[in-house]
């Protein structure tokens, strides 16, 4: 699999970033889980110049803070119809299918993933979305499979050891 020109990354949010649970306080105020090497990745990937949106189906605050905690830019929250809001994004960005890896767990993901040219399923994924993936993570949503996704990409472009070289020096 030759991906040398990936550069865009997208995320759903329930199931990959987080572990797809849903807690609410007494307020109602809605609490969600990340992990840190997420986040680590998702930074690994930008400091390589290649850029990471979210299309998720609910709306959360917490998730446009943690968007911008890691500087994603392109944040699509409430999307009902997420083949709609990716085909505008990439004419936004002026990429093509070819360009792009899209990360999902479950079955409103697939239209993307039908068309991206990676499409990665976490490893808690649908049997369908799976069945799709040119890759499954290591991990399920929540615990670390966005990174591995990074990872997987990063060593398939050739770009591994350049994002360890920037720890090592």
């Known amino acids: 699999m030759s991906l040398t020109n990936i550069q865009l990354l997208v995320l759903d949010v329930d199931g990959v970033l987080t572990d797809g649970g849903i807690i609410r306080d007494d307020s109602g105020q ?6 840190v090497r997420d986040g680590a990745g ?13 299309i998720t189906g609910k709306e959360s605050a917490v998730v446009a803070h943690r968007a911008e905690e890691l500087g994603i830019q392109y944040v699509y929250q409430n999307v009902g119809n997420k083949l709609e809001t990716y085909t505008e994004l990439l004419e936004e960005l002026n990429l093509k299918d ?3 890896a899209y990360v999902g767990d ?4 697939l239209r993307v993933m039908c068309r991206v ?11 369908e979305v799976r069945a799709v993936a040119k890759y ?6 929540g ?17 591994w050891d350049e994002v360890v070289a920037r720890y090592r020096d």
């Open 136 to 141: 499954v993570t290591k991990f399920p949503g």
């Open 42 to 54: 998702i930074v690994l990937w930008r400091r390589l110049g290649k850029d990471v949106a979210i």
């Open 106 to 109: 479950d079955l409103p993901d």
């Open 117 to 127: 040219a990676v499409p990665i399923a976490v490893a808690d994924a649908a049997e």
């Open 98 to 100: 070819e360009q792009v």
């Open 143 to 159: 615990y670390g499979a966005v990174r591995d996704a990074i990872e997987f990409l990063c060593k398939e472009m050739g770009l």
């Open 30 to 35: 809605q609490i969600k889980r990340f992990h």
